[in-house]
């Protein structure tokens, strides 16, 4: 089944070998970029939001309109809300899927027990306080500066831990730590995407951003 969405393009990072030694957690960087994703959205009609989530990635030229046309054995597959809710459902185990306290400790115990370790992440896109320096007047020198102590969409981090405590704003949040040097932070895991591809832990992250996004 392919994907409602997809994310900017970047140059993917291959994770690097899984010798990397634990430090002590030094910097905690809370981000806020979904709630203004949300914002932005209809919540009447969770078909709509998607719907409104894939015109404005069109309207932007993150995604053409031929992406749902994919090929696989010569047969084209287009992405069913109906089929992704059912799976939402079955990972729920509850017909009512809508983004809650109760259905977020489903999905956070899910996931704890499905990914596989070690998990290796980057930002799905760039970060809330990246947009001034990719997109408006912020100064190259003073961004790359600030990308020292601060987390970025092209870094590639390793997942540590999950936070036993969320909430309905920022959803699961885990605590990751930069491959580069070994800085931690805590960010939402919404904000996050598998940097390999290949990974089986690549589609369990897909899909719970596209379910906490579209029914929060």
Request: aromatic share 10%; glycine share 4%.
């Amino acid at each position: 089944m392919s994907k409602p969405y997809q994310n900017k393009n970047k140059k993917k990072l291959q994770p690097p070998g899984d010798d990397l030694k634990p430090i002590q957690i030094d910097e905690t960087i809370m981000s806020g970029l979904l709630s203004k994703r949300r914002n932005s959205l209809d919540h009447s009609d969770p078909r709509m939001i998607l719907k409104s989530m894939i015109e404005q990635m069109e309207s932007l030229g993150l995604i053409n309109k031929n992406f749902f046309d994919v090929e696989d054995d010569d047969e084209d597959e287009t992405f069913d809300v109906e089929e992704f809710e059912e799976k939402v459902k079955k990972i729920l185990g509850n017909s009512r899927i809508k983004v809650n306290q109760k259905t977020l400790n489903k999905y956070f115990k899910y996931l704890k027990e499905n990914l596989e370790l070690p998990c290796y992440l980057s930002g799905s896109e760039e970060f809330l306080w990246e947009e001034e320096y990719l997109y408006g007047s912020g100064k190259i020198k003073e961004y790359e500066e600030l990308k020292k102590t601060n987390p970025s969409y092209t870094d590639v981090f390793v997942l540590e831990n999950f936070q036993p405590k969320f909430d309905d704003t920022d959803g699961i949040m885990v605590d990751v730590k930069r491959v580069s040097d070994n800085r931690q932070f805590t960010l939402p895991l919404a904000e996050l995407e598998v940097s390999d591809e290949d990974s089986p832990n690549h589609s369990l992250i897909e899909d719970y951003l596209a379910w906490f996004i579209t029914y929060s």
